[in-house]
């Protein structure tokens, strides 16, 4: 099976996104088994919250591949306190691998970001990923305040690396 994306996917994806409450969406490209890799073309707009997570299973490492806008990676420890904050655009990380068993989320920075996402598989919804029990959860109504505090945090972040 021959899997690939062009860009009438991406305009659509696009548009979903917008007309999602989570104001993000993906494109499934790996097989429909979903076994092996886990493969995703993931949109997100800013006003997206994602709560941070954390991959166990299956070696939990995960790869972002830039494809448009600018997306924040925020790593966590395992009580919340950040850990480290990666940009990837154009002109800054085009790839990061996260280590497993590592508390992440992603940021959108710019309305359309999108990033391709690589993971072990098989992918299943129920163990696939553990969400921070010191986070927000996406349906809660400090999200938002939760959100901002973090694009706050990134912002302190990138202008005490640029002052020092």
């Not at 021959?2 to 993000?24: F, G």
């Not at 395992?78 to 002109?91: C, L, M, R």
């Not at 940021?107 to 129920?126: A, C, F, H, R, T």
């Not at 400090?142 to 505090?149: P, T």
Request: aromatic share 10%; charged share 25%; proline share 5%.
């Amino acid at each position: 099976m021959l899997l690939s994306i062009n860009q009438s996917d991406i305009s659509q994806l696009i548009e979903k996104s917008y007309q999602n409450k989570r104001k993000r969406a993906i494109k499934v490209i790996h097989p429909p088994q979903k076994e092996g890799y886990r493969m995703i073309i993931n949109c997100i707009q800013p006003d997206s919250y994602i709560q941070p997570h954390i991959h166990k299973l299956n070696n939990g490492s995960e790869n972002w591949i830039y494809l448009k806008g600018k997306i924040g990676l925020i790593l966590f420890d395992t009580t919340g306190k950040i850990e480290d904050i990666k940009i990837i655009s154009h002109n800054s990380h085009l790839m990061i691998d996260i280590p497993p068993n590592t508390y992440h989320t992603a940021i959108s920075l710019e309305k359309d970001s999108i990033m391709y996402e690589v993971s072990n598989g098989p992918y299943d919804q129920n163990t696939y990923k553990e969400f921070a029990p010191w986070a927000p959860n996406e349906e809660s109504e400090n999200q938002a305040d939760y959100l901002q505090q973090l694009k706050k945090k990134m912002e302190e972040f990138y202008d005490t690396k640029k002052n020092s």
